[in-house]
């Protein structure tokens, strides 16, 4: 086959992992898009909640962490693993509407669908990274998370339709996660596949190993921090603006999904210019005022808001496709998937303290204020990524 056959084909695949990725992922944010009705249906205090949202969170941390040192995206094809993983997590998802509808249920329900989520999310990545040659890789990491974006922001699509009610944005979750695993049959691994060891010592691959390893870990994790602190909690940050009060759900999906996915693009493709520890490091500080300057939200001008919003969207994720490259830079190359999946699970399991600590400040004292506390997040990586790393 020639050159441009190779590229059609290329360019088929890493669209069709993008759309698998959006349409799965959608079940990630059901809860959080679903909130005010779960809350009204089932009586749910602040924490149980937080707790909801939380335990995708936990889900996700596990299974990628599991994932990753069992090999799973090196032992099975994507056209099998994501399709497979997919429709166990459309079956988690409305497993709330086939099981008594309470919280101990919907927790069990949530915490699988994270779990599930992580056959999903890393495979897909691997799919999309596979079939780019070494100089766009970068580019093509920062593709698959623009995918996550978008994602995970879909249901906020949802809020003030006649699929508002939890059990329609559930359904309609799950049936996107099947419609991503019949996508997700005409994957294929590409070319540009990493040769993996056949078997990995956990003890050997966590990302912590040497002091470069360290520097990226620290900046990724206060980075998740950040990110899942707005991404939950954004809608109540809006409902601070009194123009919106008619329009959060579709402004959420805006400066998340598509501010996010532009900021992703936009990072990788700026790293391949200026390196990604330099991009990474001006995305966080550009954040960093951003989240000082949440506060003034209510008393700007309309427009003024939304364009700081969207700024913090796009510099909040804007690097986050940078760690995992920065970290493979620092890891044997048998070894970068267990590396990158030890730093993906303990990023999400802090997400966990985000969320709790942001809803608790909101309650307390206002959630213009609340936002303040991610501050930490941007500043932290700015300051671990103050030395060279390998790019």
Known sequence: MDESGLVRIA?????????VLILAISCWFATAAAMPSLTAALGLDDSGRVVLIAVVQAGFAVGAVAAGLARLSDRFAPRVLIPAACVATAAATVLPLVAPSNL????????????????????????????APPRWSGLAVAGAVAALTV?????????????????HVFITCAIAAMFAAVCALGLRTGP???????????????????PAQRRVTV???????????????LPALLATIPALTGSLGLMSFLIIGVAGAAGCVLGGSLAARFGKRTVARWSVAVSALCVLATPLLPVLPVIV???????????????????????GDESPGSRVGS??????GIGYFVSIGAIYVVNIVGVAVGWQWAFLVLAPGPIVSFWALRKRVSA
Do not use: C
Not at 11 to 19: S, Y
Not at 151 to 167: F, H, K
Not at 306 to 324: E, N
């Open 151 to 167: 994602g995970t922001a879909a249901p906020y699509l949802l809020d003030a339709t006649p699929v508002s009610d939890w059990r």
């Open 219 to 233: 900046a990724y994790v206060a980075h998740m921090w950040e990110v899942y602190g707005l991404w939950v909690w």
């Open 11 to 19: 360019a088929a695949q890493v669209g069709l992992g993008a759309v």
């Open 339 to 344: 590396a990158i999946a030890l730093q993906m």
């Open 192 to 210: 540009h596949a990493a040769q993996a060891a056949r078997s990995v010592d956990p003890s050997t691959v966590h990302p912590l190993k040497n």
């Open 104 to 131: 101990a249920v919907l927790l069990v329900s949530r915490f699988l669908v994270g779990l599930l989520l992580a056959g999903v999310y890393p495979s897909g990545m691997r799919a999309i990274v596979s079939w």
């Open 305 to 327: 808001a939304l364009v700081l919003l969207s700024v913090w969207s796009i510099t909040a994720i804007s690097d986050s496709p940078l760690y995992s490259a920065l970290l």
